[in-house]
């Protein structure tokens, strides 16, 4: 046995053996081996989501290719990409994406298959942006969709149960500059009663807070330098930082990416932190919720509510606004989304003891759960109505289940 620990090291994977193919061709031989199959990406992942009963498929010795068509407007990257590599291949060619995660540690494909988001109103996730995918199924066979295609929408965010994605082709935009402002302060009473004006003031907007406090401790602004600017010194009564803050108290800030204002190329503004660095604090467990954007303020006030409980857990919570989309496992199937994140300290008891008071108040108002955090419960028939479909899509790709680890036999029970 091959022990493997997620990136964070609160998650021993379970598995009896491990495979770190170099090829393609390595990889649908190791498939068609073995009875149950999963695969890590960059394992930035919390939760079990990557289990297997058998083989577990490391995807970082796959191509790693990134290739432009600027015609089409597209990019085709290889299964073992990473975010960071590929912002910075498409910003020295004059492209971008349309958003990033607030980390750009994380692989391409991990990121597609769980619905991993950034913020602002008009940015669907990362997932939005595939226009096709190339993957290998659970008989060993090569499966390409393309957007249009039957089955494409639910074929993207997959949580890994089709098989194991080789390449995607994502949508691409000229390349532009954003500039980054953190405001600290900002009172609860207008960050509840201007909710909307808040979020929609900018490209990308999150409010980071620790629920129990008197204010919200930072918002944090991402403003396309092409766009006309409507955020100015004062920020709905919040002040204007002068000085670079990590979100997190007592962290180092050369990890974030720059802030105070000074514009810089998309790839290196969207994500909070910087490609070079330890993201976030490492020791940490996430958990994140997903909201119905149209009673974000009562899941906020509810949450509000059980702050004191929380205290001692929380590192930080962060607050963004995700577009709806129409992919079958999306958090954000047809509903305009509010992410209510949490990074917890590495007590894996704690946090479970207190997840389930969160979704007591927040699974009545419609939350789904981020697919690679972690979460107490999931209703998966309720929450999505494309479920059904999703089951069938599987069935047909992986007609031996594979994939299907004991994580995806929950969602699909
Ligand atoms: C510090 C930190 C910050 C984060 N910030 C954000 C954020 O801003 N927004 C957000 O939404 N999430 C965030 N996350 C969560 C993270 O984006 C997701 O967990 C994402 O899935 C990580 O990608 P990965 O490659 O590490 O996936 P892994 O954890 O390696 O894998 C996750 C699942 O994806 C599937 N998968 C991976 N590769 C493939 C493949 N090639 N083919 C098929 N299936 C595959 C598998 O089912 C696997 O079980 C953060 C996580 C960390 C640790």
């Keep these: 046995m ?7 090291g609160n998650h021993h994977y379970r598995a009896t053996r491990f495979a770190e193919p170099q090829s393609v061709d390595e990889l649908a031989a190791l498939i068609t081996d073995s009875p149950a199959v999963r695969v890590i990406g960059s394992r930035h992942s919390f939760n079990d989501i990557a289990d297997s009963d058998d083989l577990l498929i490391s995807t970082t010795g796959l191509p790693t290719s990134v290739e432009i068509d600027a015609e089409a407007r597209t990019v085709t990257v290889g299964g073992g990409v990473r975010y960071g590599d590929l912002a ?8 971008a994406l349309h958003n990033l995660a607030s980390l750009p540690h994380i692989s391409v494909a991990g990121a597609v298959a769980t619905a991993t988001h950034g913020s602002g109103d008009r940015n669907g996730n990362l997932a939005t942006a595939v226009r096709g995918i190339h993957f290998l199924s659970g008989t060993g066979e090569a499966v390409e969709l393309r957007r249009g295609d039957p089955g494409f929408e639910g074929a993207v965010v997959a949580i890994g149960a089709l098989g194991v994605v080789v390449a995607l082709t994502l949508d691409i935009v000229p390349t ?3 500039r980054q402002r953190l405001f600290s302060g900002l009172g609860w009473d207008a960050a509840t009663a201007r909710f909307d004006e808040i979020f929609a003031s900018a490209y990308s907007v999150s409010l980071f807070t620790l629920w129990d406090e008197p204010t919200v401790s930072l918002a944090w602004i991402k403003e396309r330098v092409d766009e006309p600017s409507r955020v100015g010194e004062d920020f709905f009564g919040a002040i204007a930082e002068a000085e670079v803050r990590h979100m997190i108290a007592g962290m180092d800030v050369r990890n974030v990416t720059e802030q105070v204002g000074v514009a810089g190329p998309w790839s290196e503004r969207l994500a909070h932190f910087r490609y070079e660095f330890t993201p976030s604090t490492g020791a940490e467990i996430q958990s994140e919720y997903l909201v119905p954007r149209a009673r974000a303020v009562e899941a906020i006030e509810a949450v509000r509510a059980l702050g004191p409980r929380l205290r001692g857990l929380l590192q930080i919570s962060e607050i963004r606004s995700v577009a709806a989309d129409r992919l079958w496992l999306s958090t954000a199937y047809e509903t305009e989304m509010i992410g209510l994140h949490f990074t917890w300290v590495r007590d894996s008891e704690g946090v479970a003891a207190v997840l389930p008071a969160i979704e007591e108040v927040l699974y009545p108002l419609g939350a789904r759960p981020h697919w690679g955090k972690v979460f107490a419960g999931l209703d998966a028939p309720a929450m999505y109505p494309r479920l059904g479909d999703f089951r069938a899509l599987a069935d047909r790709h992986d007609p031996e289940s594979r994939f299907r680890n004991a994580f995806v036999r929950r969602v699909l029970a």
């Excluded at 910075?88 to 060619?93: D, F, G, T």
């Design 88 to 95: 910075l291949a498409l910003q020295q060619a004059g492209w």
């Design 176 to 178: 532009f500059a954003v």
């Design 2 to 8: 091959h022990e493997q620990t997620n990136w964070a």
